[in-house]
């Protein structure tokens, strides 16, 4: 299976599926190019990366040093950006640029830069993916261009995962100047496509009534089992994908293992029941209680319609006198 993702960013679900062998190759494509420059240096320049990873000083000179290089991203090297664009995203805080260092510039915070700097995982990490770039293919496209010109030419079994910038508040965490006719256009691409697609945006989404014809799952933090959203996001589902089978009818359900420690409930939302849904899961038991009901009825009691009705004979009528 082809996985297809036009909004990469760290490609945590891509990655997830290549190493289980989910999939057999994924497509990771994103505009911004410090994003992209990330994923080039780690796939073609593995050993440099690992290196500057293992030699790097973790302090707010360095942080200022890269800082600088991020900021000139329209022209710096390729492979200078990518190592920026590690270092800030695992310094700052919830690993957004615009977020500021964590433990803030004089690093008088609970926790330091390098709280979320761990070396040699991050080593580990890197060359395990650089070990699969035979099966990675990278794009630096418009996920709109993308979509109509690359998706297309994909062979084979291909799934879309696609992970658009908020609508609300994206300005915050995106590098992106999308407006609501840019979501409406690209909605309408994803739309046409005859392949299989998932969408996720935050809940605006629906209130700016895209995608009004396909199922949806509603889910948000912190979940509880009772229809309670805060900060509700949702899940757009091209049809014909088969859903689980609590999916199908009214309540939540979990999307989380049991005894999750972060426990997550979703809910269908906006969705009549098709006649398939209730049918298809009880059509076998149905049909086989039918058929026990007809074959215990004698053969005798069952008037045969093919058979023409016998004649009954005349009474003979009174002699006349």
Known sequence: MNYVE????????ALALLFEEYASTIHINDLSRPVFAFW?????????LC???EKVSLTMTEWNR?????????SADLDELGFATLFLNRTNRSG????GVIGGKKQAGQWGLDA??????LIERIKKVARYRERIRLYQSDALTFTKTVVPKISGKVFLFYDPPYIESGEKLYLNDYGIEDHRALADSIIALKKPWVVTYDYAAVGHNLYPAHRRMVYGLPYSAQ???????VMFLSNGIRLPEEWNYSGTFALTPPRSAYPLYGKMEGMKARPEMVEGSEAATRFMSALKTVLSVPKAAVPNPFKKA??????PSAPKR
Do not use: C, H, M, S
């Open 116 to 121: 979320r700097f761990g070396k040699l995982g």
């Open 40 to 48: 080039r240096t780690v796939l073609d320049q593995n050993k440099w």
């Open 227 to 233: 229809d309670r959203y805060d900060g509700r996001e």
């Open 96 to 99: 957004i640029i615009a977020g």
């Open 6 to 13: 036009p909004y990469t960013g760290g490609a945590a679900i």
């Open 66 to 74: 890269q800082r600088a290089v991020y900021d000139k991203r329209d």
């Open 310 to 315: 016998e004649k009954k004979p005349r009474r």
């Open 51 to 53: 290196k500057r990873i």
